[in-house]
């Protein structure tokens, strides 16, 4: 390997799965076996039930890497980014990493565990995200801060949303034009075919910051208002007029959203928001990025929306109108402190089209590590970074306004450390020759404002990545274009009114004590390392480590995304191949890379299809959504989300039409074809999961694709089970013209405890014109970025969840095209298996789907004769299947999936990671279960018995939301498990039933 190429940081050799061709657990052996059972002659025969013309025959892309090649191959790629000085912040800000994230960010616990739905053993994913909101809320003093959202755009359209809900009768959100330029995109782009209204509200020409004459104007003349939305520190640098700009929207009965840059809030830094005000009353709600609280720019993401509401005396209801995960502090049954997530009742799961938002995840792994980067910086820390940045940002400006005809642009205008200057040049020009100086000297935004025309603007940023050195270098450039003729400008004085008064109170802790913290955390989680991780639905498989090791190489994560495109050639080559990988595994003709979430992905499709018909002319009109009701609650949260409101008008229905199922599993496709002969002018579209949530393939797919296409609606296809077809079927033989492929699923991206997940989206011809974002062209061995023909518009600030691409990447290459075939072959295999093993023992669902071929994930329930005993022994019948998920855990496995899509059913998804001897013991370890619940049913009332803690409380839990507490130099207290796992995991199941027997007695 070449020297450049950085060295490993784990031994792959020492790894029981980083090896495995494919990380495919199974050997020829297992595989022959396996199939022998299932009295099968071949892999290909498990799709033997499958129409032949919708198949692939082979997958157009290059045979797999080995894994050295692949070592050396992502290293040069991202040699290929040129990282230099930069002065870019703008819609990223970057800061220096602190030396813990990088250890942390190692703890497979943590990384790779699900989202933390069983409490009693995800307490370590748990306790980081509650580290997490605390200090968050002590930052910006909001008493309510949620888990994560996406990003900072997604985060602005959510608190838009909630705004609507919280004021009665309006419809209109009143936006400030001067939020980052990219943001806005976002959440025009959301809010096409909805009932929101926007509204910008313009910048002074002058000031170069909000017109607040102007929004009085606005807010004067226009009814059902809800909120204004606005930054602190504006797209030119300027600190906003915040309190003013809140007290107007208390004095007109709305909300006021705050958008912020959490690292200014620190100790001498600005004045946090939740003291806007002359009153220091606050603003309602407030949002920000908070990507560079915990890692570089990676060219733009995974990033960390950070959303916080009031929750105080005087509001105690508005936070049940609000999108995402909280993490709330209660209590189990016997009374010890823990965590769990509360107020689920608002999300897509539970609500489905009556959810708040269709997001299901959160960047959960993202704020764990902000969480611990803010507890290495502390108060201190904070202070000496703010301090740095803004003496630095004051130098520049006073030394390079000294230049003949570089001028501040905005003298009376306070700033923090961005900063606008007037060029006398061309400043698109002037970055480039920068570019070639070794330097990326700051983001061009003359065309920010039609109120400021002709003239030449350049946004320079200042943080405590650089020094006096790349000062100098910055002034050396500056003197080789320009003479030095005059006394610079001083930065204008930032009031005292600006600034923040108090300390948030974070404490400063030594890296080492974090560290070891944290790792503590993770061995209270499960991870699919250890072994078979049984989510339906959710492909919990092996992520292997050289994922990791590509995205962290620092030719990746120092790029920022706002480089010139001569600087970012390796990111452009990322995501231009990824786009050729899907066109190949999908067979469909245009890719979308922009979706950071399997459920953004299902909104990126909703809203080419509105695009779509608005280009016909027929956008009023393709007003319903067909949904089976077995589909994933996203669906119909996204269809809602996207604008069809599902309503009746003078007896006709709008929005959501519902499927119904077949009693074999699959979709009443009779029921579609009567609906269309009355209402298919009025189909936009339909959404279906294939396979579908009982692991049952829909047969009749391409048929309903015809007839869909026939009264001209579109068909999306929920690509969440991708990992049983993939390399397998054609989708575009298949009719899709939408269909999301959930990187953190079949992709092999980490869960990270709930996320950040990512997605791809392929499309049809149909759509190719309607592709948001970009799309990466190649021309002449050089790389572009080009916008599609009629784009409908943005779904985030930047380029998506960049790095997760990286891991997305580095995984197909590892397979090539023989080995993403057999990725799914084996994931079907496994699953066919285990169901024609253990359907012997329980009984399977859908009750009258038979002998149906299950694809990639089954469902299991009990016999009536066990559901009564159950009953008998005092645990009701709607409580049966998730107290059996919690007695998995006594025998040290993650819990199915429960109660989804059938309410008594239990959701196995072994997926293509383990060996046959592992799948024949976890089966050993179900049947086990089903003897004890046989034979001693009363031990469901006392489950888990080995878990750091009993049963939570929920009803408390969700009674009194807590939802932060001060943190202190002592940690929050951790819960040692009574039994550690991994005795758990090597037990076995007899000895296990009498360590169950016996713990139940003790409890009682």
């Not at 069983?118 to 801060?145: C, D, H, K, M, N």
């Not at 006096?468 to 030095?484: G, R, W």
């Not at 018909?613 to 077995?630: C, F, K, L, T």
């Amino acid at each position: 390997m070449k020297g450049t190429h950085t060295p490993l940081n784990y031994h792959p050799e020492k790894l029981k799965r980083e090896l495995k061709p494919f990380y495919i657990g199974a050997d020829d052996k297992d595989i022959s076996d396996m199939l022998k059972t299932l009295g099968l002659n071949s892999l290909d025969d498990l799709y033997k039930h499958i129409a032949s013309d919708v198949k692939m025959t082979s997958v157009p892309m290059a045979k797999h890497m080995a894994y050295e090649e692949l070592i050396g191959h992502v290293n040069d790629v991202a040699n290929k980014n040129n990282i230099k000085t930069s002065f870019l912040g703008d819609g990223l800000p970057q800061y220096k990493v602190t030396d813990v994230v990088g250890p942390v960010c190692d703890i497979r616990g943590l990384t790779t565990a699900y989202t933390p739905y069983q409490p009693e053993r995800s307490q370590g994913t748990l306790q980081t995200l509650w580290i997490y909101q605390s200090l968050v809320s002590q930052l910006t003093g909001f008493e309510a801060v949620n888990a994560s959202l996406y990003d900072r755009s997604t985060c602005l359209y959510e608190a838009m949303n909630c705004a609507l809900r919280l004021v009665k009768d309006s419809t209109t959100v009143v936006v400030a034009n001067s939020l980052y330029p990219g943001d806005l995109e976002v959440i025009e782009t959301h809010a096409k075919e909805t009932e929101m209204k926007i509204i910008r509200a313009p910048i002074n020409a002058q000031t170069g910051k909000l017109d607040i004459d102007a929004l009085k104007r606005i807010l004067n003349t226009t009814p059902q208002v809800a909120a204004v939305a606005f930054p602190q520190v504006n797209n030119f640098g300027n600190i906003e007029s915040v309190d003013e700009i809140v007290d107007l929207c208390s004095n007109n009965n709305i909300k006021s959203i705050a958008v912020v840059d959490p690292m200014l809030l620190g100790r001498g830094g600005l004045k946090a928001p939740a003291k806007f005000g002359v009153r220091a009353q606050g603003a309602d709600m407030v949002v920000a990025e908070g990507q560079h609280l915990a890692i570089g720019p990676n060219f733009g993401g995974p990033g960390l929306g950070i959303f916080g509401i009031r929750y105080n005396e005087q509001d105690k209801i508005s936070i049940r109108s609000t999108a995402g995960r909280y993490v709330g502090k209660t209590q189990d049954l016997k009374g010890r402190e823990c965590k769990a997530l509360i107020l689920s009742t608002r999300e897509q799961h539970i609500r489905r089209e009556k959810a708040t938002s269709n997001i299901c995840s959160n960047q959960s792994f993202v704020a764990t590590a902000a969480g611990a980067s803010m507890l290495a910086r502390g108060d201190e820390g904070f202070e000496a970074t703010l301090k740095h940045s803004r003496a630095l940002a004051e130098k520049a400006v006073e030394t390079l306004t000294q230049f003949e005809g570089v001028e501040l642009k905005f003298k009376g205008s306070a700033f923090f450390n961005e900063f606008t200057l007037k060029l006398p040049v061309n400043t698109s020009e002037f970055i480039h020759k920068a570019s070639a100086a070794g330097i990326q000297v700051g983001v061009d935004v003359s065309n920010r404002h039609l109120e400021i025309a002709g003239e030449n603007l350049l946004m320079m940023s200042f943080t405590d990545i650089h020094s006096e050195k790349d000062l100098d270098k910055l002034v050396s450039f500056f003197a080789s274009n320009f003479e030095k003729t005059k006394g610079g400008s001083p930065a204008p004085k930032i009031q005292s009114v600006m600034l923040r008064t108090d300390a948030p109170e974070i404490p400063r802790i030594e890296t080492k004590e974090i560290i070891a913290y944290y790792e503590r955390l993770g061995k209270q989680n499960l991870s699919p390392d250890d072994g078979i991780y049984p989510l339906g639905s959710c492909t919990m498989k092996y992520n292997p480590y050289i994922n990791d090791y590509a995205a962290s190489l620092p030719g990746f994560t120092n790029v920022h995304p706002q480089a010139p495109v001569e600087d970012i050639q390796g990111c452009l080559e990322i995501l231009f191949e990824i786009q050729e990988q899907f066109k190949a595994i999908t067979g469909l003709p245009g890719v979308v890379t922009q979706a950071v979430a399997g459920a953004q992905g299902e909104l990126v499709g909703l809203k080419m299809f509105q695009a779509y018909h608005r280009d016909r002319g027929e956008g009023d009109q393709r007003n319903v959504i067909i949904i089976p009701r077995s589909a994933h609650g996203t669906n119909p949260a996204t269809a809602t989300m996207a604008g069809y409101q599902t309503k009746m008008v003078h007896g006709q229905l709008y929005g959501i039409y519902t499927v119904e199922a077949l009693p074999n599993g699959e979709m009443n496709l009779a029921q579609i074809k009567e609906f269309l002969k009355t209402d298919g002018h009025r189909v936009a579209g339909v959404m279906v999961t294939n396979p579908n949530t009982a692991g049952i393939f829909e047969t009749q797919f391409k048929e309903m694709s015809d007839l869909i296409h026939g009264v001209g609606g579109l068909v999306y296809m929920d690509g969440a089970n991708m990992n049983a077809i993939a390399g397998i079927l054609d989708l575009d033989k298949l009719g899709v013209d939408a269909v999301h492929n959930n990187l953190h699923k079949t992709w092999t991206i980490p869960h990270g405890g709930g996320g950040p997940g990512d997605a791809i989206v392929g499309v049809s011809h149909r759509l190719l014109d309607f592709i948001p974002g970009v799309q990466i062209v190649k021309k002449d061995g050089k790389y572009d970025i080009v916008k599609p023909a009629k784009s409908c518009g943005s779904f985030h600030r930047h380029f998506g969840n960049f790095a997760h691409k990286i891991r997305a990447y580095t995984y197909i290459k590892a397979l090539g095209a023989d080995g993403v075939r057999k990725m799914s072959q084996v994931a079907v295999l496994s699953a066919r298996y285990l169901h024609n093993r253990l359907s012997k023992s329980y009984p399977t669902l859908p009750a009258e789907a038979g002998s149906a071929p299950r694809m990639h994930e089954f469902i299991l329930t009990l016999s009536p004769e066990t559901f009564k005993k159950v009953e008998a022994s005092g645990t009701p019948k709607t409580n049966t299947i998730a107290r059996i998920g919690k007695l998995f855990l006594d025998f040290g496995f993650h819990a199915p999936t429960v109660a989804f899509p059938e309410q008594y059913g239990l959701m196995i998804e072994p997926t293509e990671t383990y060996s046959k001897n592992e799948l024949d013991q976890f089966s050993e370890v179900v049947e086990g279960i089903l003897k004890l619940i046989n034979e001693h049913p009363e031990v469901l009332k006392t489950v888990p018995h080995f878990t750091p803690i009993d049963r939570v409380d929920e009803v408390l839990a969700n009674k009194n939301p807590v939802l932060s507490e001060k943190i202190t130099d002592h940690l929050p207290d951790i819960i040692p498990d009574r039994v550690n796992n991994e005795r758990l995991r090597n037990s076995t199941p007899e000895e296990l039933t009498q360590l169950i027997l016996k713990a139940h007695q003790n409890t009682l």
